[in-house]
């Protein structure tokens, strides 16, 4: 019976509060004596039990997708889904590019062969569009953390809900601009704050532009520039539980930062319908492997990992929010950082930025609260 | 299909979200995404969690409860045998690691020992009861602890309780009730009937009737099997009506035809266990494990842990919502609590403290006096010392007196003596003369 412990201890440097140990053993678990059974009993069934369980629950998913404008954030959800989540913004029609960042979030029922998912995507546009982009990691931040409380709430009242609508991300996928060269400052900044609080994958953005040997090159520097600041993405190392995972994972690690293109036309290749982005030198198929990653990353996040996503973020993300939750309200009754979910009847304005609002004044100063501490 | 996006002024600086509401959108997908394989992936996460599932089974001495448990594992459970010397009821607890092809079983089997043995039995239930607090207790202890490891967390909660009523034939025992009565708001109670081959069929009937009404008039909730899911609501439909199960438990194995079958051999017949004929064990074993373990493993964290929680909470005096209405008042009442306790320890510090230095004072003041009285012994002992040597000097000195007048007197006497003589001698002489003459 494997499971995922967590360990203490870790240089501050660690991008992980805390990394799970090898060893699998459960805590104040009995003396067990193995037994054989003689016959069919019937145990096995328990699986089915469960997904019968599961399918009539549903499931719930929370991704956010995170870069700057112009790097095909919508389109690629757009394409990982299937649907159109939202209209993909084309540049110059009207739409006004944001002045400061706002996160915008959706939420969908999809069905698929009688699985239902809840899924909830939130995009952020305005990121990394400004002159001083300072700080700019701060709301994504506070929401990420809101979420955390919202469900921490939840947990301790004294009646609760049978089952906590589960609104976390669980996974944040990163954008980086094809530059060819390395992570920019921004980036690195950003992933290095993020990669503590939630599940990061980065991906190469609108890879079309770069040729097959920019592309391997550009992920190589991407790689060295993860190292080198200490930065862990998804999937995380410390997390692979034995062998088999290890394998699995070092495959994919190879493979991030993923280089994929969006597309939601559909065009005719060779006869097939595909989905692809149309240009005069040929049709670019979003879905074969020869030209982009996207498979890749769509198995990822949907085919293979999506369960271990939300477990993760459960396991480790939210466990680590609510220990410096409940260990800070030891020091103040209400911290600088408290959220005060209750309508707030005369809002004070924080001190969070410049850019703060009135209202809800203490999520920005919670997430400056964390920037300082994570400094 | 439009994105429900939010129109805030470009002056707001993160204008927040809008919720999204229980009314959301269902989207119909342009082709395969691929997430039909969600629930497999769950699947391989509880694989590799593993199972763990815990029984209880309370009954009186000698209604084949471990023989029950052998026959519906379809093993022999190693373990010692209970050993009936103690008063009172005990509670044993044995956990066995079982496989079936990919999925790994922690089985726990909890068993009373002793039950009804006694004359007086108006306090048999508490340690049953005592025992499945004990395992909320812990299991909320941990969810309470700051740095937590629930996933990790080996579940020891009771997730069905069978109780073994006697095969009387005619009713439940006011034991039955009463034990049963106060198990049903903590655990999932599956009443069955023990031994049953000692009943025939038509008092099997009459018998089942008798309890079931009992039960329903005694307002005891025992374990329903759900019915809310079309896959298995039809036959737990119909399970529910043959409560409570009347089993029988045998591991002697006789081979009849070409198969080997558990069965009871009597000189009058063989009782086959797995016969659904003679018995309901197949019925047990179905709803038990084959239909509703996930069901009932459920039921216990929802149902009866929440409520543990719950009651235990307020006892200790947390609300949901102050007069404030404070949304984090869990905290801040354990944070009161907390410095309640500090300042109480404080204040008991403070006490022992002074009790002490008030205990040292007492000593010294003992101490101060046995000093004087012993300073005082010692100037008594000194004056009666000096006392007596002064009176020995003086009698020295008086005898020194003596001897010295002796002397003189020695002396003179000596002296005269002498004189004494010579004018004797003369004085004889002249007496002798006198005489002569």
Same mark, same amino acid.
């Given at each position: ?196 609080? +939630? &599940?990061?994958?980065? /991906?190469?953005? #609108?890879?079309?532009?770069?040729? =097959?040997? *920019?592309? %391997?090159?550009?992920? @190589? ?47 005719? +290749? &060779?006869?097939?319908? /595909?989905?692809? #982005?149309?240009?005069?030198?040929? =049709?670019? *198929?979003? %879905?074969?492997?020869? @030209? ?84 | ?437």
């Amino acid at each position: 019976m494997k499971k995922r412990q967590k360990k203490n201890g870790g240089s501050p440097m660690d991008p992980l509060r805390q990394s799970p140990s090898r060893s699998s053993s459960r805590a104040s678990s009995p003396r067990t004596l193995p037994c054989e059974m003689l016959g069919y009993v019937g145990i096995e069934a328990v699986l089915d039990q469960l997904k019968i369980k599961a399918m009539k629950m549903g499931f719930e998913f929370n991704i956010m997708v995170v870069g700057q404008s112009g790097l095909g954030k919508s389109t690629m959800v757009n394409t990982l889904f299937k649907s159109k989540m939202w209209k993909s913004t084309m540049p110059g029609l009207g739409v006004p590019t944001p002045q400061t960042l706002q996160l915008q979030s959706v939420t969908h029922v999809i069905e698929e062969s009688g699985v239902k998912l809840k899924l909830t995507v939130t995009d952020t546009p305005g990121f990394g569009d400004q002159i001083n982009n300072d700080k700019c990691w701060d709301p994504i931040l506070g929401y990420i953390n809101e979420q955390y409380e919202h469900y921490l709430q939840e947990e301790i009242l004294i009646t609760r809900q049978r089952h906590i609508p589960d609104t976390r991300v669980h996974c944040c996928v990163y954008f980086v601009p094809p530059t060819g060269h390395w992570l920019r400052p921004l980036d690195i900044e950003f992933l290095q704050r993020l990669c503590r609080t +939630v &599940n990061v994958v980065p /991906v190469i953005a #609108r890879a079309d532009s770069l040729t =097959i040997e *920019e592309r %391997e090159a550009f992920r @190589h520097r991407i790689q060295e520039n993860l190292k080198t600041h200490g930065i862990e993405v998804y999937p995380q190392k410390c997390f692979d539980e034995d062998i088999n995972d290890k394998i699995l994972n070092s495959k994919i690690r190879e493979r991030i930062p993923f280089a994929v293109v969006g597309a939601d036309r559909e065009h005719i +290749v &060779n006869g097939r319908c /595909v989905l692809g #982005r149309k240009t005069k030198w040929g =049709i670019i *198929e979003v %879905e074969n492997m020869a @030209h982009c990653e996207f498979p890749l990353l769509r198995d990822l996040l949907i085919r293979s990992h999506l369960q271990d996503l939300k477990d993760i973020t459960h396991n480790v993300h939210y466990e680590n929010y609510r220990i410096f939750r409940l260990n800070e309200s030891h020091v103040l009754p209400r911290g600088p950082g408290w959220v005060n979910l209750a309508p707030a009847p005369a809002s004070v304005p924080a001190p969070a930025g410049p850019q703060a609002n009135p209202s809800p004044p203490k999520v920005g100063g919670w997430a400056k609260d964390n920037s300082d501490e994570e400094c | 299909m439009e994105a429900e996006a939010n129109s805030g002024s470009p002056e707001d600086s993160w204008a927040f979200i809008q919720r999204p509401g229980e009314g959301c959108r269902t989207v119909p997908l342009a082709g395969h995404v691929g997430f039909d394989s969600l629930p497999d992936q769950l699947v391989n996460q509880s694989i590799s969690q593993g199972f763990c599932f815990n029984i209880l089974c309370v009954g009186e001495t000698g209604l084949g409860k471990s023989t029950l448990m052998d026959t519906l594992f379809n093993t022999k459970f190693e373990g010692e045998p209970a050993t009936h010397t103690q008063p009172g009821v005990q509670l044993q607890s044995n956990t066995y690691d079982l496989q079936e092809s990919n999925v790994g079983l922690k089985l726990t089997i909890v068993s009373t020992v002793g039950f009804g043995d006694q004359i007086n039995k108006e306090d048999s239930y508490r340690p049953i009861v005592e025992f499945i607090d004990a395992q909320f207790e812990a299991y909320l202890q941990e969810e309470l602890k700051i740095r937590r490891l629930l996933h990790n967390y080996h579940d020891s909660r009771i997730h069905a309780c069978l109780y073994f009523i006697a095969p009387t034939g005619h009713s439940l025992k006011s034991l039955d009730l009463v034990t049963m009565k106060k198990l049903d708001s903590k655990v999932n109670v599956i009443p069955i009937i023990a031994k049953s081959d000692a009943i025939s069929k038509s008092e099997l009937t009459k018998f089942k009737i008798k309890i079931t009404s009992e039960l329903v008039s005694n307002g005891v909730q025992i374990y329903q099997f759900p019915m809310d899911d079309e896959a298995v609501a039809e036959v737990n439909g119909t399970m529910n009506a043959h409560l409570p199960f009347a089993v029988i438990g045998s591991t002697e194995e006789l081979k009849i035809g070409n198969k080997m079958v558990k069965v009871r051999q009597y000189p009058w017949g063989t009782v086959q266990v797995e016969n659904e004929a003679h018995c309901d064990f197949v019925k047990l074993r179905e709803m038990l494990i084959r239909v509703n373990m996930e069901d009932l493993r459920e039921q216990t964290h929802s149902r009866h842990y929440e409520l543990y929680r719950r009651c235990k909470l307020e006892e200790m005096g947390f609300k949901d919502t102050d007069p404030d209405s404070k949304p984090f008042s869990l905290q801040e009442t354990y944070e009161a609590k907390r410095n309640e306790f500090l300042g109480e320890l404080q204040k008991k510090e403070e006490e022992m403290r002074q009790m002490f230095v008030q205990r040292v004072k007492e000593k010294e003041a003992e101490l101060k006096e046995a000093e004087k009285e012993l300073h005082e012994k010692f100037d008594r002992l000194k004056k009666l010392h000096q006392d007596e040597k002064k009176k020995l000097e003086d009698k020295k000195k008086s005898l020194d007196d003596e001897v010295n007048a002796f002397k003189q007197r020695k002396t003179a006497a000596e002296l005269l003596q002498s004189q004494g003589s010579q004018a004797g001698g003369s004085q004889t002489l002249k007496r002798d003369k006198e005489k002569k003459n």
